[in-house]
């Protein structure tokens, strides 16, 4: 498999079509799967904010008050009142903000970013990360899937890693149970999340910070015959971590 960034693509700007400026800074071929980092689907489809665009009410207010009390940082609670209106469910609001987004995904603060904001003090995610997937392969000349990769802290290990906030043109994952191993074991439990897999090797080449290269293009990499599904987020009434946090309490030590 072959990864590389696309060079030359311009700073992106509400309005901007991400297709148009791929297809001129790189040939595409078939099979060809497009790692498009959310930061620019979020500025071409305007989801940059301000903290003004958000009145704190009172739950804001007392969430910033307590993670102020706790970590000693002042907290704005403007931010706080964003995370809450662009998630539908708080998992944590102590030491920090873990939320789950509109789109089933779980993350710090709904995913909301402070950096690469193009000159708004707020960048939200995608409403519809899989819906703008779709948008941009429909835009592109050859046939390829589309993979939409956010940043993502992750449980039991540092650091960030990429992640598949949205897809199009494949599965999110592809299915290794009923096959076997190399001793003739029948795999019952592997489900591989191939969509994340080829998100983090995006972020590897397209970096953070400055970088500026936000849209990675993998290619000779093929799905294989195996089954595919679209499940990646896991349900709550299966999410034996969500449940375990919801009895949870910080005391602050």
């Known amino acids: 498999m072959e990864a590389f960034a696309v060079p030359g693509l311009p700073e992106f700007e509400a309005g901007d079509d991400i297709a148009t400026e791929i297809e001129a800074a790189c040939d595409l071929q078939d099979g060809d799967v497009v790692c498009v ?14 903290l003004a665009d958000y009145p704190a009410g009172p739950r804001a207010r007392e969430i910033a008050n307590r993670l102020e009390e706790l970590t000693g940082d002042e907290r704005d609670p403007r931010f706080a009142q964003a995370v809450l209106e662009e998630s539908t469910d708080l998992v944590m609001d102590e030491p920090f ?14 995913g909301i970013d402070r950096s690469n904001t193009g000159g708004a003090e707020l960048l939200l995610l995608p409403k519809r990360p899989s819906e703008s997937a779709e948008r941009i392969r429909e835009g592109l000349d050859a046939d390829v899937s589309v993979v939409v990769t956010d940043t993502s802290g992750r ?20 299915d290794w149970r009923g096959e076997t ?30 970088d500026g290269t936000p849209v990675v293009v993998m290619r000779d990499w093929a799905f294989g015959d195996h089954d595919g599904s679209d499940n990646l987020y896991r349900d709550v009434e299966g999410d034996f971590v969500r449940q375990a946090l919801r009895e949870w309490s910080y005391d602050g030590d």
């Open 155 to 174: 449980s039991f290990r540092h650091g960030q890693t990429g992640v598949a906030i949205g897809w199009a043109g494949m599965p999110a994952s592809r």
């Open 97 to 110: 903000l873990l939320s789950e987004t509109r789109f089933g995904h779980v993350g710090v603060n709904a």
């Open 181 to 210: 191993d190399r001793d003739g074991h029948e795999l019952e439990v592997t489900v591989e999340s191939v969509v994340d897999e080829l998100a983090a090797t995006a972020n590897l080449v397209s970096g953070e910070g400055d």
């Open 37 to 50: 980092a959310s930061t620019v689907v979020s500025k071409v489809e305007g989801r940059t904010a301000d």
